[in-house]
């Protein structure tokens, strides 16, 4: 990524305490999991809804990452990240998925919207998983003035040729038959982070995985 630091190939702990990591690996459940952040609350967007209209009200979401945005806060990450993991309970279930937490920092942003990024991310690892139960780590490292954090899987992994076009509105590496999916979550990932002031790039390696880092800001002391 041009004018960034080489991307994390390594998992890291916050610096000023121990590792605690926390798996996740729901029983039984029966809610059925929505999209609740505050872009797409009001929109209802189911996740069993078919492509074709889970991409038009993403669309929306979209739209509206600018000018539907909520003031920034000092926002927990743990606590972002509990509540995605509530809501992909199905999907964690249904792929047997193994989520590991290290421990992670409070940033300042949009708690919806960090959300909805984070729920995408996961998401996504967990849907190019490959053959394998997927194996999803999200972790963070402290840079100063600002937060690198990583969600890494074990998955199928992408022609690093590619990692650029996964942020563009609608452009996708699978045909629907091979992998579902509306080509446009990853694009409100990058909306998302770049309203935030930070940066979001893809280390990757066919076969072996891929690591999504971005920056978020620190909350001052």
């Known amino acids: 990524m041009t004018g960034r ?7 890291h702990a916050l610096k000023s305490t121990p590792l605690i990591t926390t798996r996740w690996r729901p029983s039984t459940f029966h809610a059925k999991a929505y999209l609740r952040t505050e872009e797409t609350r009001n929109l209802n967007i189911p996740f069993g809804e078919s492509s074709p209209f889970r991409a038009g009200r993403m ?29 992909l309970q199905i999907k964690i279930e249904e792929h047997d998925a193994e989520v590991t ?3 992670l920092p409070c940033v300042k942003g949009d708690r919806g ?30 840079d100063g003035s600002e937060w690198v954090v990583s969600v890494r899987d074990e998955g199928i ?4 040729e590619q990692t650029d076009r996964v942020f563009e509105v609608f452009q996708r590496l699978h045909t629907q ?7 446009i979550g ?27 880092s971005l920056t ?3 909350v001052p002391e």
Not at 5 to 11: E, F, M, N, R
Not at 130 to 142: F, I, L, Y
Not at 157 to 160: E, I, K, L, T
């Open 113 to 142: 919207q960090l959300r909805q990024l984070f729920q995408n991310l996961l998401d996504n690892a967990i849907q190019y998983s490959g053959d394998e139960p997927p194996s999803v780590r999200v972790s963070a490292e402290d």
């Open 101 to 103: 937490v290290e421990e």
């Open 177 to 183: 038959d091979e992998h579902s999916g509306t080509g």
């Open 157 to 160: 992994g992408m022609d690093p």
């Open 186 to 212: 990853l694009a409100i990932c990058k909306r998302i982070v770049e309203r935030h002031g930070g940066e979001i790039w893809i280390d990757s390696v066919p076969g072996e995985g891929t690591t999504f």
């Open 216 to 218: 978020l800001s620190a």
């Open 59 to 87: 669309s929306i979401a979209y739209s509206r990452i600018e000018t539907g945005g909520d003031p920034f806060e000092p926002v927990d990450l743990e606590a972002i990240l509990e509540e995605v993991l509530t809501d």
């Open 5 to 11: 630091k080489a991307p994390l190939t390594g998992l």
